[in-house]
C-alpha cells in the first residue's frame, strides 16, 4: 500500500501564495502521475494541476499563469506553489497519484490525500 501525505495548506489573504507538499510513500515500484485535485462542498472534486513522470503537466484553465506544478521525483513529492492567490480558489486541496506498486502492477492504482485547507479571505 502506497499513503500520501499532504502539507501548507492555510488562510491567505487575496494576492498572496501558499506551497503545498505531497509526498508519496510505502510501495511504490514506481509513478505515473501526481497532480492536485480540490473540492467544495456539494461541487464535484475537480483537476488543477497534474505532472506526469515525463514531465508533462496540465492545468485547470482557472489556474493557469498563477499556479505551478512540479515534483522531486527521488523524494516522490510533488508541490503547488499558488500565487496571485483569489477568492474562488478556496477549497480542500487533494493530492493525487497514480502508482505501480511493483512491476507487475497495471493498470496503475489511484492514490489520494486526506486533503488540505485552502482558504483565501481578506
Known amino acids: 500500500q502506497a499513503q500520501l501525505v499532504e502539507s501548507g495548506g492555510g488562510l491567505v489573504q487575496p494576492g498572496g501564495s501558499l506551497r503545498l507538499s505531497c509526498t508519496a510513500s510505502g510501495t511504490i515500484f514506481s509513478i505515473g502521475a501526481m497532480g492536485w485535485y480540490r473540492q467544495n462542498p456539494g461541487n464535484p472534486r475537480d483537476m488543477v494541476a497534474i505532472i506526469t513522470g515525463a514531465g508533462s503537466t496540465n492545468y485547470a484553465d482557472s489556474v493557469k499563469g498563477r499556479f505551478t506544478i512540479s515534483t522531486d521525483n527521488v523524494n516522490k513529492t510533488v508541490y503547488l506553489q499558488m500565487n496571485s492567490l483569489r477568492p474562488e480558489d478556496t477549497a480542500v486541496y487533494y493530492c493525487?497519484?497514480?502508482?505501480?506498486?511493483?512491476?507487475?502492477?497495471?493498470?496503475?492504482?489511484?492514490?489520494w490525500g486526506q486533503g488540505t485547507q485552502v482558504t483565501v479571505s481578506s
Open positions: 493525487y497519484a497514480s502508482i505501480y506498486p511493483t512491476i507487475a502492477t497495471y493498470p496503475p492504482l489511484d492514490y
